[in-house]
């Protein structure tokens, strides 16, 4: 076979015709030196051809989803965390596919055992604490392949400003989801919830302000998280009644994983900021480091009452589920948190009016309300972390 051939051959690009010439090849009589080297030349040039279609192949159908994949919806150039790019993300009946130039990164639903959706607000606006997007965090019960490594989140930003304007943000696959009157005058950050809430069926839908009250965290700027560290890279730490999750990358520890929250390294007086530790069940500790001092009240307040409902949660699982309630006043001396920092300066009498409520709603004066903790200072003028720092001094810092 001439060289012209055996070009004409693979650029084919035909899976048959490589099959055919190769049997060729491999019926020639001669037995000398030239004919070997071109039976060889031409079995690697076969090969290679045949690789890449199948590279193509694998590509193709991994971009098209699974052959019995329906999609409903897609929304367009969407800022993703994990895996990070502006990529499409398909909403099938069965697998949430994520959509890079040369990736996809695919997950079925009964996967996601966690599914939180966080407000970013405007860092410019503090006072308003104005909502510019939402973070969706999907946690993973197995870890899915990505290039050379495994993903255990999923985690993508929507607008909260953003319209749903077809074919341009978001695709809907079938006509009956475009005609659907309750997806009118929505917010795409919305119907991307309304899509999750009805396909992933193992989770709720977590959200900050959703849960019991007396446990919304709210801090000192007004939002539901706080600045920090974690290791060497700066987030957000939200709080929340289900648990605790830090941004980004996303880690997220629900209250059942979590068995203490407590402070890190000692707090002085000359230290603006202090560390806190989560001791995880069955886990390494987690640290977050770096918060800031005045977020000391709010973040105890949360953390006893935390510390309530994983009492209420051990109590319904002793008893077999049958909704006990949580922990009143009355015996919330028993089973209050451990989270205490010790400081050696002098009571604040100012303290009520530093700290306030750290709960939009709640009233410390009232401590009749059920699993709700009175907050106020006491009769020896300490908060809930014991003696708090002096008010001028805390402003100099």
Same mark, same amino acid.
């Given at each position: 076979?001439? $060289? ?29 030196v030239? !004919? ?21 192949? /694998?590509?193709?159908?991994?971009? @098209?989803? =699974? ?7 897609t929304?367009?150039?969407? #800022?993703?965390?994990?895996?990070? @790019?502006?990529?499409?993300?398909d ?10 130039k040369?990736?996809?990164? !695919?997950?079925?639903?009964d996967n996601?055992?966690?599914?939180l ?5 405007? #860092?410019?606006?503090?006072?308003t ?15 899915v ?9 999923? =985690?993508?930003?929507?607008? =909260?400003t953003? =319209?749903?304007?077809? $074919? ?12 659907? #009157?309750?997806?009118? $005058?929505?917010?795409?950050?919305e119907? +991307? ?23 919304r ?7 539901s998280?706080?600045?920090c560290y974690r290791? !060497?890279?700066?987030?957000l ?5 289900e ?5 980004? #990358?996303?880690l997220?520890?629900?209250?059942? /994983?979590?068995?203490?929250? &407590?402070?890190g390294?000692?707090? &002085?007086?000359h230290?603006?900021t202090?560390?806190l530790?989560?001791?995880?069940a069955d ?10 001092k /005045? ?7 949360f953390?006893?009452n ?12 002793s008893? @077999?589920?049958?909704? &006990?309630t ?6 919330? *001396?028993?089973? *209050?948190?451990?989270? +205490?920092? /010790? ?11 530093l700290s306030?409520?750290?709960?939009? @709603? ?5 401590? $009749?309300?059920?699993?709700?903790? &009175? ?17 001028v ?5």
């Amino acid at each position: 076979m001439s $060289d012209e051939s055996l070009h004409s051959v693979v650029e084919k690009r035909d899976g048959t015709a490589l099959c055919v010439a190769v049997a060729d090849v491999l019926k020639v009589e001669g037995d000398d030196v030239a !004919t070997w080297r071109q039976t060889v030349q031409f079995l690697e040039e076969a090969l290679v051809v045949a690789k890449l279609h199948q590279a193509e192949h /694998e590509k193709a159908a991994a971009m @098209g989803g =699974a052959p019995d994949e329906n999609l409903l919806m897609t929304i367009i150039k969407t #800022p993703c965390i994990m895996p990070k @790019g502006k990529l499409e993300i398909d909403f099938g009946e069965t697998n949430l596919t994520i959509k890079g130039k040369d990736f996809t990164v !695919t997950t079925p639903y009964d996967n996601v055992d966690a599914m939180l959706k966080l407000p970013r607000d405007d #860092p410019v606006k503090k006072k308003t604490a104005a909502v510019v997007s939402y973070e969706f965090v999907l946690r993973l019960e197995n870890p899915v392949a990505h290039r050379k490594t495994t993903l255990k989140y999923i =985690a993508f930003e929507v607008c =909260a400003t953003s =319209a749903m304007i077809p $074919d341009e943000n978001i695709v809907f696959h079938l006509e009956s989801l475009q005609e659907d #009157p309750l997806l009118e $005058d929505k917010q795409l950050h919305e119907a +991307v919830e309304m899509f999750l809430d009805k396909l992933v069926t193992r989770a709720a839908m977590i959200k900050p302000g959703t849960g019991r009250q007396n446990v919304r965290y709210v801090s000192t700027h007004g939002g539901s998280f706080v600045k920090c560290y974690r290791k !060497t890279t700066s987030g957000l730490l939200y709080f929340l009644p289900e648990g605790l999750c830090f941004l980004n #990358p996303p880690l997220f520890l629900s209250r059942k /994983e979590v068995s203490s929250i &407590a402070p890190g390294r000692e707090t &002085a007086m000359h230290l603006r900021t202090f560390d806190l530790v989560v001791e995880v069940a069955d886990a390494p500790n987690v640290e977050f480091s770096m918060v800031e001092k /005045e977020e000391i009240p709010s973040i105890t307040e949360f953390v006893n009452n935390f510390s309530l409902l994983k009492a209420s949660d051990e109590r319904s699982e002793s008893t @077999g589920g049958s909704g &006990a309630t949580v922990k009143t006043e009355d015996d919330s *001396d028993e089973e *209050d948190s451990d989270f +205490v920092m /010790e400081e050696d300066s002098e009571t604040d009498e100012d303290y009520d009016e530093l700290s306030g409520s750290a709960y939009s @709603g709640s009233d410390n004066s009232d401590s $009749d309300s059920d699993g709700e903790v &009175a907050m106020g200072p006491d009769d020896d003028d300490e908060g809930p972390l014991g003696p708090f720092p002096d008010q001028v001094d805390m402003e100099d810092i």
